[in-house]
């Protein structure tokens, strides 16, 4: 997942645990407004028997954790609780960049970019994790 102020972006593994494919982008309208973001994220781990989430964590370029990375920690620690299951913190630097990069080279417009970058970003996060499990 790609946790953001108002979105999170979700991907999901193939049931072997290979590739990451992108499954929607989770909005609200305030930051603080999670019951419903929680809610869904319930259904989704259900729904694709999810065994282990993983969490992008939004490190500054220099290894340290920001106000945004915080607030990351916290909403692992409510998706620990709410959904019962480990979640893993994983680096997701850069991976917003990539997405757009991505989208770029895909010929995606400029103005269409931000409806997917969130959920490409977890798709990058989740791709991450998955191949370094792999090794």
């Known amino acids: 997942m790609d ?15 290979i590739t990451a494919q992108g ?28 065994e282990t989430i993983v969490l992008g964590d939004p490190l500054n370029m220099n290894g340290t954790r920001g106000e945004r990375g915080e607030k990351s920690l916290e909403f692992a620690d409510t998706l620990r609780k709410r959904t019962g299951l480990p979640v893993v913190m994983w680096d997701e630097r850069l991976t917003t960049v990539m997405a757009d990069k991505t989208m770029m080279e895909a010929g995606v417009r ?10 490409i970003a977890a798709v990058f996060i989740l791709q991450s994790y998955l191949d370094s499990i792999s090794r």
């Open 3 to 17: 946790y953001g102020s108002l979105t999170v972006g979700v991907a999901v593994s193939d049931p072997l645990g």
């Open 110 to 119: 400029r103005e269409n970019r931000k409806q997917y970058v969130d959920k």
């Open 23 to 50: 499954l929607e982008i989770i909005r609200r309208d305030k930051e603080n407004k999670i019951r419903k973001t929680l809610a869904r994220i319930d259904e989704l781990t259900k729904e694709y028997e999810v």
